[in-house]
């Protein structure tokens, strides 16, 4: 199965007669350029507001999402912590409760890229912190909080037992964190990154399993096989205007061309960079993608070849942002504004959104279980949790 054509739909069953009575209602916070957001809906979700502090990301956002919905969204160009969660709780929520938080925080402080002890107290680590202040003023029935592994890692442990106890304060059960391979679950990519359900307490959790179970493996029994990203690749209309490439010089077009193609490395040129005389270097930078394979992770540099193996399989210029939203698996009408590069970081910076549908839909249909049941929800007040 190539990369691109997903006959697995996880949403697809919501699609069809969406109605203001049966859309759960959402919050996305870091919203970027709507990965998540766009998953939300193709899982029978509505946006009643969203947060994003970039001022391209909040531009692609505004003119993909605002106006859909019968013009509902809402978008707060703002950084989070300049915000008022209690304030816009009682103004969105004045009758009914929020049924799910969405977001990944600027997750540069985690980054695995940075070493020794980098990271630890950046204040962008904070921003988590603040999520939760959202959490805790929205009390919605579930959360989901998206970042990269490098949260995970010890030097990081205050931040996520911080989170973890203020979510249990107020009321939360928080689920293990969990590592998700997007390639796992039909993305064309190898995208590791870190999941953290939050559900509320009062509600009964018997029924839900998480995280879902993964459809996609490497040759393996009773699994599809993992995702091709060669669709990714397939002409895009002269038209699309994030049809478009980083322009190289004649040294390093001539270095592309002397690059094996489908999954080529830098090696395999000759060309040596002064930076690399001395040790292996980075062996993917200026690298070929294969497209018989899932795609390297999009990063928010993807369109650029100096940070990693984003070379196109065959051409010789690395690959175009409509190339890499593919990878992404964002369709082919959803455009990024602000010119490559910050095309290029909002693309990076996205969760898929065919993982994302995944992830949605799968917490949706457990909402919608309960819906079904006859239960009383309790909204339980700090005051009641603390005591």
Same mark, same amino acid.
């Given at each position: 199965?190539? %990369? %691109? /054509?997903?006959?697995?739909?996880?949403?697809?069953?919501?699609?069809?007669?969406?109605?203001?009575?049966?859309?759960?209602?959402?919050?996305?916070?870091?919203?970027? *350029?709507?990965? #998540?957001?766009?998953?939300?809906?193709?899982?029978?979700?509505?946006?009643?507001? *969203?947060?994003?502090?970039?001022?391209?990301?909040?531009?692609?956002?505004?003119?993909?999402?605002?106006?859909?919905?019968?013009?509902?969204?809402?978008?707060?160009?703002?950084?989070?912590?300049?915000?008022?969660?209690?304030?816009?709780?009682?103004?969105?929520?004045?009758?009914?409760?929020?049924?799910?938080?969405? %977001?990944?925080?600027?997750?540069?402080?985690?980054?695995?890229?940075?070493?020794?002890?980098?990271?630890?107290?950046?204040?962008?680590?904070?921003?988590?912190?603040?999520?939760?202040?959202?959490?805790?003023?929205?009390?919605?029935?579930?959360?989901?909080?998206?970042? !990269?592994?490098?949260?995970?890692?010890?030097?990081?442990?205050?931040?996520?037992?911080?989170?973890?106890?203020?979510?249990?304060?107020?009321?939360?059960?928080?689920?293990?964190?969990?590592?998700?391979?997007?390639?796992?679950?039909?993305?064309?990519?190898?995208?590791?990154?870190?999941?953290?359900?939050?559900?509320?307490?009062?509600?009964?959790?018997?029924?839900?399993?998480?995280?879902?179970?993964?459809?996609?493996?490497?040759?393996?029994?009773?699994?599809?096989?993992? *995702?091709?990203?060669?669709?990714?690749?397939?002409?895009?209309?002269?038209?699309?205007?994030?049809?478009?490439?980083?322009? /190289?010089?004649?040294?390093?077009?001539?270095? #592309?061309? *002397?690059?094996?193609?489908?999954?080529?490395?830098?090696?395999?040129?000759?060309?040596?960079?002064?930076?690399?005389?001395?040790?292996?270097?980075?062996?993917?930078?200026?690298?070929?993608?294969?497209?018989?394979?899932?795609?390297?992770?999009?990063?928010?540099?993807?369109?650029?070849?100096?940070?990693?193996? #984003?070379?196109?399989?065959?051409? /010789? /210029?690395?690959?175009?942002?409509?190339?890499?939203?593919?990878?992404?698996?964002?369709?082919?009408?959803?455009?990024?504004?602000?010119?490559?590069?910050?095309? %290029?970081?909002?693309?990076?910076?996205?969760?898929? !959104?065919?993982?994302?549908?995944?992830?949605?839909?799968?917490?949706?249909?457990?909402?919608?279980?309960?819906?079904?049941?006859?239960?009383?929800?309790?909204?339980?007040?700090?005051?009641?949790?603390?005591?």
């Amino acid at each position: 199965m190539d %990369g %691109g /054509h997903h006959p697995r739909d996880p949403a697809a069953k919501f699609r069809a007669a969406k109605t203001d009575q049966n859309l759960l209602q959402v919050v996305d916070l870091f919203c970027g *350029a709507g990965g #998540f957001t766009l998953a939300a809906h193709n899982s029978g979700c509505s946006t009643v507001f *969203a947060v994003e502090n970039d001022a391209h990301a909040a531009t692609t956002f505004r003119k993909r999402f605002l106006g859909t919905d019968g013009g509902k969204t809402k978008l707060y160009e703002a950084s989070i912590l300049d915000l008022d969660a209690k304030a816009l709780a009682t103004k969105h929520f004045p009758d009914s409760g929020c049924d799910l938080v969405l %977001g990944g925080p600027p997750c540069q402080g985690f980054s695995t890229h940075r070493i020794k002890g980098a990271g630890i107290n950046d204040p962008r680590n904070k921003l988590i912190l603040s999520y939760f202040e959202f959490v805790a003023a929205l009390r919605p029935k579930a959360f989901l909080m998206e970042n !990269v592994p490098g949260m995970l890692w010890p030097r990081h442990a205050s931040f996520l037992e911080k989170f973890q106890a203020l979510a249990e304060q107020s009321g939360y059960e928080v689920f293990k964190p969990e590592m998700i391979d997007a390639r796992d679950h039909g993305v064309p990519q190898r995208r590791k990154r870190v999941f953290v359900l939050g559900i509320r307490r009062d509600l009964d959790q018997s029924t839900l399993t998480w995280p879902p179970a993964v459809t996609h493996g490497d040759n393996e029994p009773g699994l599809q096989q993992w *995702a091709t990203c060669s669709a990714a690749f397939e002409p895009a209309p002269k038209s699309d205007p994030n049809n478009t490439h980083m322009n /190289h010089g004649e040294e390093l077009i001539k270095a #592309f061309q *002397a690059t094996p193609i489908n999954g080529g490395s830098r090696i395999d040129s000759g060309r040596i960079l002064k930076c690399h005389e001395n040790h292996d270097g980075h062996k993917d930078v200026y690298g070929r993608i294969d497209p018989k394979k899932p795609a390297p992770t999009m990063t928010t540099a993807c369109v650029n070849p100096s940070k990693g193996r #984003f070379v196109h399989p065959t051409e /010789h /210029h690395g690959i175009t942002a409509r190339q890499a939203a593919r990878i992404q698996t964002f369709p082919d009408d959803f455009a990024f504004y602000g010119g490559l590069m910050a095309a %290029g970081k909002q693309i990076g910076n996205a969760v898929p !959104v065919l993982l994302g549908e995944t992830l949605v839909s799968h917490i949706s249909e457990w909402l919608r279980s309960l819906d079904k049941e006859p239960y009383e929800q309790v909204a339980l007040t700090a005051q009641e949790v603390s005591g």
